[in-house]
């Protein structure tokens, strides 16, 4: 297949490419030189869409692109430029897609499980129908329905809820080793809200799959069908590096620190991967100690 990635220099989008490797891959970056030292030399890179004369050629798009989320506070323009980077891009990839004759079979289009915002310990699939006004929601929400624009007898679209993906070469797990390390790691407030992780090789595997089968289309949940607590996943993490778990962050600092943005750590999600799992979807790391065991071993 010819696929059109965005979002492939990002922690997923590196991972994913490597098990392109049989494929024509095509790249948006807003910095091809950068692009050039972090993906394989196989892979097209373009800077603007313009760059393709039209989607004729192209089997299916995966788009990733977007600002992080959690990296920095809430302002008013910090959220100007995470709503941007996710809804632009992708309205302009489904306006190209519905302007082809023959337009890809497929657009996978990233989302995340903000979408259910906060559900407490509830068990949440894909079949929840949420309706919010936080932040995280809205964010999700719109670029979801941006993305179905797409949807067609021609394209199917498929919505990536993701989790929390641990890797190690990057993204949440990697910013929190250092305090651990130190043996300063320990739950975030009380620890009950749900973490709703996923090892980057299920992460992978997932949109590998989504993308060879034809049958799959709608939101999916990209998370590990064993989800945890913070205060399990922190024990978890500190006794697979062997270090005390004494500590924990109260609330207020998380405030403090992040402002509003602190509701994704503070808030959380049971999110089980129903859809994938009744197209017989299996897990590389279904459970949580055998997950950074591989990663941190």
Known sequence: MHILVT??????????IAQLEHHQVTVLTRSPEMAKKKLSSRVHLIKELDALSDFNGID????????????????????GIICTSR????????????????????????????????????????????????????????????????DSDHTRVCLLRTGIV?????GALKKMLLPYQFG??????????YFPWI???????????????????GPFNLTAPH???????????AATLKRPHL???PKVAISLMLGEAGQLLLEGQRAMPRALENLGVGFEYPDLPPALDDLLS
């Open 184 to 193: 300063l790691g320990g739950p975030i407030g009380d620890g009950s809200q």
């Open 227 to 237: 989800p945890v607590t913070n205060k399990a996943f922190s024990k978890t993490l």
């Open 60 to 79: 299916a798009v995966i788009n990733l692109a977007g600002e992080p989320i959690v990296d920095k506070r809430w302002t008013e323009q910090q959220k």
């Open 7 to 16: 979002g492939g220099t990002g922690l997923i989008g590196r991972a994913l």
């Open 166 to 170: 641990l890797s190690k070469e990057g």
């Open 199 to 217: 090892h980057i090789n299920d992460m992978v595997s997932g949109i590998i799959f989504l993308l060879e089968h034809a049958e799959a289309r």
């Open 247 to 249: 500590l924990f962050t």
């Open 87 to 150: 809804w632009g891009i992708t309205e302009k990839l489904v306006n190209h897609i519905l302007a082809a004759e023959t337009p890809p079979h497929t657009f996978i289009s990233g989302s995340a499980v903000g979408y259910y915002g906060d559900q407490g310990d509830k068990i949440v699939d894909e079949s929840l129908k949420v309706d919010a006004t936080d932040f995280a929601h809205s964010v999700c929400a719109n670029w979801e329905k941006i993305a179905m624009k797409a």
